[in-house]
């Protein structure tokens, strides 16, 4: 089975540094699909980024980028420039579908709780 | 286009109660998927449905159903209810539900079980 695991269940960064979150995925799927979902007070989930499994290059969406290690199933999220809206849970998923497209479900992480401080 | 609505918000049942949770996708999107968001077990899926039909099924009871309707609108409902539902409940609408396509989450009911 599928599992993702998020060793920090809690970080705090200063407002304007860069902070990394970290991320390990257990599967023997070749192909698959992460992503980092940000979940904030409000509780509406967001999608923040998303990593193909097959493609090398790391993903970056503005201040978010991810460093995806694919040989040690590692999947970690850096925001630069931290603001106070960055402020979160944050929720490192994986999800496989195969071609049947019977299996397209979304597995978490238990989430690491991001402060900023100003 | 509006984002993907879930009612009620907020929901305070007793044990052996029923409860139905409802929620409205984004409008075209036919995947529903349903989440139990609690903050011992974190996010589980429960199932997901296209084209109102099950596709697929998370590790629950059977107490947990759902069901789509041909709008897309979607329904879920627990049966028999237990303290340990309390929970916050996530739907997840996507186009068609592919590997490929974005989830985007409703911002959840929360159920309260006493």
């Known amino acids: 089975a599928q599992t993702v695991t998020q060793s920090q269940p809690e970080m705090s960064v200063q407002e304007a540094e860069t902070v990394t979150l970290s991320c390990t995925y257990d599967?023997?799927?070749?192909?698959?699909?992460l992503f980092w979902y940000k979940q904030p007070p409000s509780r509406q989930m967001i999608l923040v980024i998303r990593?193909?499994?097959?493609?090398?290059q790391n993903a970056t969406e503005n201040r978010f980028s991810v460093n995806f290690q694919k040989a040690a199933k590692s999947f970690s999220l850096k925001i630069s420039d931290s603001q106070l809206g960055d402020a979160a849970m944050y929720f490192c998923?994986?999800?496989?579908?195969?071609?049947?497209?019977?299996?397209?479900?979304?597995?978490f992480g238990k989430g690491t709780l991001l402060t900023v401080n100003p | 286009k509006a984002g993907v609505t879930q009612t009620p918000r907020y929901l305070i049942k007793t044990r052996g109660q029923q409860v139905t949770l409802s929620c409205s996708p984004i409008?075209?999107?036919?995947?529903v998927s349903w989440y139990q968001q609690t903050p011992g077990q974190g996010l589980q899926f429960l199932f997901e449905?296209?084209?109102?039909?099950?596709?697929n099924k998370g590790n629950f009871p059977g107490r947990f159903s759902g069901r789509q309707f041909s709008n897309s609108r979607s329904e879920m409902n627990v049966s028999t209810l237990e303290l340990g539902d309390s929970a916050l409940y996530l739907c997840?609408?996507?186009?068609?539900?592919?590997?490929?396509?974005?989830?985007?989450f409703g911002p959840g009911t929360r159920l309260t079980v006493l």
């Open positions: 599967t023997s799927e070749s192909d698959y699909y």
């Open positions: 449905y296209f084209s109102e039909t099950q596709r």
């Open positions: 990593q193909e499994a097959y493609k090398q």
């Open positions: 998923a994986y999800k496989y579908g195969d071609s049947g497209g019977s299996n397209y479900k979304l597995t």
């Open positions: 997840a609408s996507s186009l068609l539900g592919t590997v490929y396509n974005e989830q985007f």
């Open positions: 409008s075209g999107h036919r995947s």
